[in-house]
């Protein structure tokens, strides 16, 4: 027998209807807003821009890389500390580089430096801590947020005590109490001392400092002998800066170099694992693009930042597609 509906029954019936579809539509919405949203920002570190001299790459003037960094569309710019100290020395005016960089829509996430703050050596690590003091000091005029902490003055040492490093560590991230700059002890693949991700974090936990950060690098954790996976038990706030690259299958990662990285996506690390990975602890970080690759400095510099951009972006959409 039919059922018959009455005209209330049926707008009844129909806002139900109406209400569930807006329910799984703004649903449906917000999930797609949460995988298209950019939860991890965008660096250009100027390696990767450098001009190809014959024998290696030299930097370019750093206005240069500000201008080449904006104009591909990046949301910040990772300098080296001895481009500004070059700029400045040359009567730069660090006011001016600031401006124009705030003007560009940049922000300066992360330096690089290379203070020996880690070695044993009293003397040189005390003048490692003064250069620690002084490309702080540089990077703050230009809004600089952290500098960069690799195991300068160390790399060829087996028996480096961890426990100490991890003082000395504290000591620098004390003096970028003082000034405003968070130094991020830094992995380096090919050193003979903090070249694992275990050994990058017992010296930042063990620093006892609440500012503690890491700076690890797909290349760097690769060429160390670290698994990825390693990443996961990493807090994610404590990773504010990724140097983001890839490696080919050969040559192997015993005698692979620096200058053997390559864009995003063109070799073989799991970039798609490394970014979920990182996404799950609760990182948002800024991916920088460090690159040494010697057949891109000879490009031009605007076609390898847009391209090595792009390839980044490529990969974080691959990775949560």
């Known amino acids: 027998m039919p059922v018959s509906l009455d005209r209330r029954e049926l707008l009844a019936a129909g806002g139900a209807s109406l209400a569930a579809s807006i329910v799984n539509t703004s649903t449906e919405n917000s999930l797609a807003a949460e995988r298209a949203a950019p939860e991890f920002g965008f660096c250009l570190n100027t390696s990767t821009i450098r001009e190809f001299d014959g024998k290696g790459g030299k930097p370019r003037p750093i206005v240069e890389q500000v201008d080449i960094a904006a104009n591909a569309g990046y949301d910040a710019i990772e300098p080296w500390v001895r481009d500004l100290h070059q700029y400045k020395g040359s009567g730069g005016s660090m006011a001016d580089l600031r401006k124009r960089i705030v003007d560009r829509g940049l922000t300066v996430e992360s330096a690089i430096g290379f203070a020996s703050w880690i070695v044993d050596d009293d003397a040189k690590r005390e003048a490692g801590y003064e250069t620690a003091k002084r490309d ?133 690390a799991p970039l798609g694992d490394i970014l979920r990975t990182l996404r799950a602890t609760g990182c948002r970080c800024m991916l920088s693009l460090e690159l040494f690759n010697r057949d891109y400095w000879k490009q031009d510099p605007m076609k390898v930042a847009a391209t090595g951009l792009n390839k980044m972006r490529a990969s974080v959409e691959a990775a949560f597609a």
């Open 136 to 268: 702080m000091a540089i990077l703050l005029e230009i809004g600089g947020k952290r500098l960069a902490a690799p195991p300068v003055g160390a790399t060829g040492q087996t028996d480096l005590n961890l426990f100490a490093a991890a003082e000395r560590y504290r000591k620098l991230l004390e003096i970028g109490d003082e000034i405003g700059v968070i130094p991020e002890v830094e992995l380096w693949g090919f050193s003979k001392s903090m070249s694992r991700l275990g050994e990058l974090m017992f010296v930042a936990v063990e620093s006892g400092h609440p500012s503690a950060c890491v700076l690890p690098d797909v290349y760097h954790i690769y060429k160390g002998g670290s698994a990825f996976t390693g990443l996961g038990l990493i807090h994610g706030p404590s990773i504010q800066v990724f140097h983001m690259n890839d490696y080919p299958a050969d040559p192997p990662r015993e005698t692979i170099g620096d200058a053997d990285r390559v864009y995003p996506g063109d070799g073989v």
